[in-house]
């Protein structure tokens, strides 16, 4: 009688397989969970940012990471760009450190292309 009938009803069943997979179901839950609910979205957000950044193009106004507002002056290669704070003031920043994109520029036209002049657009505009 050193043996309680609980425990020994338990020791009974001998099913270890089935209980070791219910015990680990809650973890397997919680990671499908976690990953619908925080990894999907993160990833997504990673790749729009991404996006954005290789998106960027002269005349565009960008907010940095530390809170800079300006214009796009000049893009200097895959990594870096140029941009106006005021009048005169010009600086370079990695494009992985622009946290947003507030106006879109105009883009770029193509070389082969007619400029047209706000004057000669008056005109035709006069004339129609």
Known sequence: ????????????????????????????????????????????????????VKNIRRGDTIVTSGGLVGKVTKVVDDEQIEFELSEGVRVRQLRSMISGVRTKGEPAKDKGEKTETKAEAKDDAAAK
């Open 1 to 52: 009688m050193f043996i309680t009938p609980a425990f020994a009803q338990a020791a009974a069943a001998g099913n270890d397989t089935n209980s070791m997979l219910m015990s680990l179901l809650p973890f397997a839950l919680i990671f499908v969970i976690m990953y619908f609910l925080i990894l999907r979205p993160q990833q997504k957000k990673v790749r729009d940012h991404a996006e954005m």
